[in-house]
């Protein structure tokens, strides 16, 4: 095949031949010491200067190309090592995979002497070396070429050390890890190494030795597991053991380092998978930043949220151009909350969990606690009770303080942190795949642009006086925004029962009920006596302490049974791939129970007759990946497509070898477009 494969770039090469016959190789032999001792040996590179935008081959090409070869002529007695192959690069050429060099190349043999070798005599050592060189073209050279080296004591060349340091720089190591490898649907290598959990390589490149190892054009994975990291591969038609090339690792300061594979069977831990470049596109940290200020500007007008601004407008109205401190206070408390989330995720990362953006709503714990506040709040906003000097009527019109509005902040995040918006899926996914400082520079990013309306209006505090002065229509208004936190407070009980079932409806239920009792005792106590207000307070702990109590015993809930995906057949990469290998045309809904901006989609549009009769017209198969509980696979499909969090949608048309990302927010038009191409 070989042969076959040089007859033909020959063929093809003919007419450039013809217009311009230079080489585009230019090759010459280099000694690495002044002389060889005799039973020494020295080391003779082949330097190949290849011209810009050519290159030439590894010793496992890739998909097409052929190696280097060289054949040496030496006095009898001499014998020459085979080559020392540097580390290549990936060179994609239309739709395959090349792996090869370009620019400077050094190619390292180690040519020992005889023991009887004669001192001072000179010896001439000849190489015939031939080689591919492809451009759009591709062109078989050789040379025939020859250096002398005298017999003698041996001693480094000054001249060259240099050079023959930077071409031993580029030599793979020996693994100081243990790697094994998985196969199945795909081709898992699993490094042993915790440093590298913790020092996340920019990237990872594995070079299979042996041609039908792996499919050479397919995206590499990085994952990182508790204790090492995860490359995942598509497998070819030739995986047997052992399975052997070089893992390239590209550290975050650029620094690489070449290790040598040779990996036996073994068990490969599951793992969280990062973006691959190719979904990052071009997206730069600044880029990013910008992103994520674009994304939580967005934020506020989602589902959500809305009903938490309204409270913070509400508040602003009160004070008129008063509020500035409040507005800078409500901005804090947002970016300090979306710094703390972003922290809490990196630190449950780099610790092994496969987690991404709402995973605080994926422990039933935190859902029934979040429940209980947003149910308190609405108390609060009815009028049951009233916190400090806060009173329903005069307090209103009263500056309610920085704290109050900070904490407001706290809870807008907290209500948002479970959606994502146009512009912030990206820049979230590219920062979990960075440093931690670059990581919470974009957490910081997406509070500022959260909080941006706000800064604006501590910025320019007139703004304020086009608000509507305070009357009594602030006390309906604020009752009436207490209806949109208790919808929000079923819709989290509706969580929980996907989560953990009847006996956790049972639980939260009767916390519901404790905290509004609790809430009462506080209020209805607070014109008694000193020694009745104490009472009434120390019931009121008691009774908020019972419904916290069991809010705890959630931690050992187990997710519901599973059912029936309602409109579509539930996710798993297996049944993924085999739909994929019949044809089928695929959309993926990766969604979660407490995402309302999926909810919205869903309901919308992709429950509507026009998208159904679409998918049922074109043979769709509608795929539902379900991520209210944690669930590392479907983890690993968001950031294998460049996101932390969903909503993400996914169509892959037949014969695609990536899928189209559709946008977080869907209409009819968009879903359609995507299914006609």
């Not at 042993?192 to 959990?197: D, G, Q, T």
């Not at 508790?226 to 047997?240: C, E, F, I, S, Y």
């Not at 009357?471 to 079923?490: C, D, I, N, S």
Request: proline letters at 7%.
């Amino acid at each position: 095949m070989k042969h076959l494969f040089l007859f033909l770039a020959l063929l093809v090469a003919a007419p450039a031949w013809a217009q311009d016959d230079s080489p585009k190789v230019q090759a010459r032999l280099v000694a690495e010491d002044t002389a060889v001792a005799p039973g020494g040996g020295i080391t003779i590179a082949l330097e190949e200067l290849i011209a810009p935008e050519w290159h030439t081959y590894w010793k496992n090409p890739g998909d097409a190309g052929a190696p280097t070869t060289i054949e040496w002529t030496l006095p009898p007695g001499w014998m020459a090592e085979a080559i020392q192959w540097p580390r290549p690069k990936r060179v994609p050429v239309g739709p395959l995979m090349d792996y090869g060099y370009e620019g400077k190349l050094w190619l390292l043999s180690r040519i020992n002497a005889p023991a009887d070798a004669k001192p001072g005599e000179t010896v001439t050592i000849k190489a015939a070396a031939s080689w591919l060189v492809c451009k759009n073209i591709c062109i078989p050279e050789e040379r025939n070429l020859s250096i002398t080296v005298p017999v003698g004591a041996s001693a480094p060349d000054p001249a060259v050390a240099k050079d023959f340091a930077d071409a031993r720089a580029l030599l793979p190591a020996p693994s100081p890890w243990k790697i094994v490898y998985a196969h199945g649907q795909t081709l898992d290598l699993y490094v042993a190494a915790p440093s590298l959990v913790a020092a996340r390589p920019k990237s990872a490149d594995f070079f299979p030795a042996r041609a039908g190892l792996i499919k050479n054009p397919a995206p590499q994975l990085v994952g990182f597991a508790k204790d090492g990291l995860v490359l995942r591969l598509t497998p070819g038609n030739k995986v047997a053991a052992p399975v052997e090339g070089l893992l390239v690792l590209t550290s975050t300061d650029g620094s690489v380092q070449a290790l040598e594979v040779n990996a036996q069977a073994g068990t490969v831990p599951a793992a969280e998978f990062v973006a691959p470049a190719a979904a990052e596109g071009d997206l730069t940290l600044w880029l990013a930043i910008l992103f994520a200020v674009l994304g939580g500007l967005i934020l506020n007008v989602m589902p959500c949220v809305l009903p938490i601004l309204a409270m913070k407008a509400l508040a602003l109205a009160q004070h008129g151009t008063e509020g500035r401190r409040e507005s800078f206070s409500y901005a804090m408390g947002a970016i300090v909350s979306f710094a703390a989330l972003g922290g809490a995720l990196l630190i449950l990362r780099a610790g092994g969990e496969a987690i991404g953006w709402g995973f605080q709503l994926q422990s039933p714990v935190a859902v029934a606690g979040f429940a209980l506040l947003v149910f308190a709040v609405g108390l609060n906003l009815s009028g049951l009770f009233e916190v400090g000097s806060i009173t329903a009527g005069e307090g209103l019109t009263r500056k309610s303080g920085v704290a109050g509005a900070f904490f407001t902040g706290v809870l807008a995040v907290a209500v948002a942190a479970p959606c994502t918006a146009p512009f912030m899926a990206a820049a979230l996914g590219f920062a979990l795949a960075q440093s931690a400082l670059a990581a919470l520079a974009i957490f910081v990013a997406l509070g500022v642009g959260f909080a941006l309306p706000f800064i604006l209006l501590g910025i320019w505090p007139r703004a304020l006086s086009f608000l509507p002065k305070p009357g009594p229509w602030m006390l309906r208004l604020k009752q009436f925004l207490a209806f949109p936190m208790y919808m929000a407070a079923a819709w989290l009980v509706w969580v929980l029962a996907q989560q953990a079932g009847p006996r956790g409806v049972a639980i939260i239920s009767a916390a519901i009920i404790f905290v509004a009792l609790a809430a009462w005792l506080w209020s209805t106590t607070r014109e008694f006596s000193a020694r009745g207000r104490m009472i009434g307070a120390v019931a009121a702990a008691l009774v908020l302490m019972g419904a916290l109590w069991g809010v705890s015993q959630l931690s050992g809930a187990t997710p519901a049974v599973a059912t029936e995906v309602a409109r579509g057949e539930a996710y798993s990469a297996a049944k993924l791939a085999s739909y994929r290998a019949e044809g089928r045309p695929v959309f993926l809904d990766a969604t979660a129970a407490w995402c309302i901006t999926c909810l919205v989609n869903e309901e919308a549009v992709l429950s509507k007759a026009p998208v159904q009769n679409a998918f049922a017209a074109k043979n769709v198969v509608y795929m539902v990946a379900d991520w209210t509980n944690r669930n590392p696979e479907i983890t690993a499909l968001l950031k294998e497509n460049g996101r932390s969090g969903v909503p993400l949608y996914l169509y892959y048309a037949p014969g695609s070898a990536k899928p189209q990302i559709l946008p977080q927010i869907l209409t009819d038009n968009i879903v359609l477009s995507a299914l006609n191409g």
